[in-house]
């Protein structure tokens, strides 16, 4: 049986048509979203690739030293609807204004859609360890038929606001747990620097401790999934992964100009047998070299 052929490339988005149908027929985004034809969360070879795109709602729009690379709306969507295009490539996560022009533009037919949850972390801000769940609730995530939510879990001991984003996340697997819809929680352990800068601590140590602290949110973990980053060194990772038996996907994080470092770190882990798939997001949609495409079909060609 020959290979089925490969799907045309987007096409260039049309802002005016999009912000047409925004101003006079609001109610298309529901429309869209109600006749939207669903799959499996897992299905085929029970992989996933996911790209991820919510970074923007959370103030944090640069990629390398590029301060401003994700904020040319039309841009991200070019590149987001090539990726959901390429052979392999399961779904995406976003927040809500990219995931409704995305539906407008029928990207997500068929396609697993996982809507982000807490974005009131904003980037840089006293208050980032506070982090608010100003993105999708679990009623608008079953309203909708998504498949799935992300919330991020980011803990410094020595903040307050951990304590409130905690609660809230714990809360948030309860009510997603109620509809049995999936959640994906994303946790580090982090600290601020002199500057007031966070850091996320990708040491063996503090991946494990926020491994176990994610798994044991709220009263059910029956459809918590985890998001988890690889160690600062890559041959801790299956000692770590002992931590937990939920099913995890390894996040992406910055990659900067060593995309091949990166691929082997990812390929190495996804050994593991709780490791599911790649969530990734910056580094296949705006990798060093341009090429979208081959970055993409590289990070499937590891699953």
């Not at 897992?42 to 390398?64: E, K, Y």
């Not at 052979?87 to 533009?105: E, K």
């Not at 341009?290 to 970055?295: F, H, L, T, Y």
């Amino acid at each position: 049986m020959s290979a089925p052929a490969p799907a045309p490339p987007p096409a260039a988005i049309d802002v005016s048509a999009l912000v047409r149908t925004r101003t006079r027929t609001p109610e298309a985004i529901a429309e869209a979203a109600a006749r939207r034809p669903r799959r499996p969360l897992v299905a085929g070879n029970g992989r996933l690739m996911i790209v991820a795109a919510d970074h923007p709602a959370r103030g944090s729009l640069a990629v390398g030293d590029r301060a401003l690379a994700m904020a040319n709306r039309a841009g991200l969507l070019e590149r987001l609807c090539l990726a959901l295009s390429r052979p392999g490539v399961d779904g995406v996560l976003a927040s809500a204004d990219v995931l409704d022009d995305l539906l407008l533009l029928g990207a997500l037919d068929h396609k697993v859609v996982l809507g982000s949850m807490n974005r009131g972390g904003l980037a840089g801000a006293s208050f980032e360890l506070d982090d608010r769940f100003t993105g999708f609730r679990p009623r608008d995530l079953d309203r909708l038929g998504f498949d799935a939510g992300k919330l991020l879990l980011r803990i410094d001991y020595d903040d307050p606001g951990s304590l409130r984003t905690l609660e809230a996340a714990a809360r948030a697997v309860d009510e997603m747990a109620e509809r049995r819809l999936p959640v994906f929680v994303e946790p580090f352990l982090c600290r601020r620097r002199a500057d007031g800068t966070l850091r996320n601590d990708l040491s063996a140590e503090a991946v494990t401790k926020s491994i176990a602290i994610a798994s044991g949110l709220g009263g059910s973990s029956a459809y918590t999934w985890l998001k988890v980053p690889v160690t600062e060194n890559p041959d801790d990772m299956a000692r770590v992964m002992e931590t937990s038996t939920l099913p995890a996907v390894l996040l992406g994080g910055e990659v900067g100009d060593d995309q091949e470092g990166a691929y082997e770190k990812w390929r190495g882990a996804l050994q593991l047998p709780t490791v599911q798939g790649l969530v990734v997001g910056r580094s296949l949609l705006y990798p060093a070299d341009g090429d979208v495409r081959a970055a993409v079909d590289t990070a499937v060609g590891l699953l």
